[in-house]
């Protein structure tokens, strides 16, 4: 599994470098969304990844759901960090300022303290029954903010930051190559994410 | 006897707010905490003229704090005293919960009724839209209760718990903040505001109530 990764890992570093034309009006500067945008989807997988184990520990009790739930959470945690970094260089080339509190922002902002709550939570609840209660009960609370997030906060401030590769519009904005390499890198980092949520302890 | 829930839910409504009284430690956290921020943030300010879009903000991370000062113990008082054990064995946990949240929103609600005439005077503010302010108010008190009860319960077996229970509410009830913050910007001004950001809240106030219900009965 490992050997397919590092294979198509560089076979999208090799592309991205040589095959994909500069954008209009962005240039080179466009290509850091094939990390940008495969790291942003892995914390929102991660996210609900961690939720669904969370509802699956509650209902069967078993420990190791809880144990699947906090790994996800751990490697979304990570994720959502590069994922923002990523995006504030982005920001910082493009529009000029790192941060700005456009809409998105926002909610990947709001996804840092969910996961930093939450692994907080685990940190200070010593008991291992108790811990993995209390964190799948926070882990589901947290996932109600998302319809909020998506639906609501997006009307609420302007945004500058591009649609979604799949959006309202249903049209797509994109050159074919840029589209194959981004989601052949999508795909990528979802498998990274899974071989990484497979490993043994 | 067993009392149905609706009566145990105010019987622990009335138990907490009768050692509430005999020990007003929480209260008079709560509004001394509400007190101290708002004057610091009076004196840093040093009467300067605060832009209602700003004022409305401080007005909401003030309750959020003072919030989280005085509410993160509704469920750790319980267990230290050693009463968590008795009250679940009388009592239905949805029951508890209630009468815990009911309680929660009333210590809210008496926090804000003490700290909004000084948040008023000291920064010289003035509501032209009385109506819709105490809509926000009371839409964003009932949310973060609802939150925050459940919150408290989680932190019951945690450490470092007073930094612990904002961290954990703050995410939580953010969807409350930003809609309450635009429309008390609306109630200081006097401007035109949304009825969907009211109806937002309702709609996550009625989510967090449902979510606080169901997710309780799996905690121990």
Known sequence: MWKLIILLTAAIILAAIFFVPPVRGLGELAKIIFFHVPTAWVSVVGFFTSAFFAAKFLRAGEMKFDELSARAARLGFIFVLLATASGAVFSKLTWGAYWNWDPRQTTIFVLILIYGAYLTLRAAVSDEKARAKVSAVYSLLSVLTVPFLVFILPRMYFSLHPTPVINSAGRLEMDAEILAVLLAAVLDATLIFWRLMKEKN | ?220
């Open chain 2, 1 to 220: 006897m067993k009392l149905s829930s609706f009566l145990q839910a105010a019987a622990i409504f009335r138990k907490d707010f009768l050692v509430g009284l005999r020990r007003r430690a929480a209260f008079a956290a709560m509004a001394m905490f509400a007190l101290t921020t708002i004057a610091s943030l009076s004196l840093a300010l040093g009467g300067a003229f605060v832009e209602p879009k700003l004022l409305a903000a401080l007005l909401w991370v003030v309750i959020f704090f003072a919030a989280s000062a005085g509410i993160s113990g509704t469920f750790e008082d319980e267990a230290a005293a050693g009463t968590l054990s008795t009250l679940k064995l009388y009592a239905a946990r949805q029951a508890i919960l209630f009468g815990k949240m009911f309680f929660t929103l009333a210590s809210l609600g008496a926090l804000t009724i003490f700290l909004l005439p000084v948040f008023l005077i000291l920064f010289d503010a003035e509501i032209a839209r009385l109506g819709i302010f105490s809509a926000t108010v009371l839409l964003g008190l009932v949310g973060i209760s609802a939150a925050g009860t459940l919150t408290a319960a989680l932190t019951v077996s945690a450490s470092a718990k007073g930094g612990l229970f904002p961290i954990l509410l703050f995410p939580v009830t953010l969807p409350i903040f930003l809609p309450a913050i635009s429309l008390t910007e609306a109630a200081f001004t006097g401007a035109e505001f949304s009825a969907e950001f009211l109806a937002a809240m309702i709609f996550y106030d009625a989510i967090l109530v449902t979510a606080a219900s169901i997710l309780f009965d799996f905690l121990d």
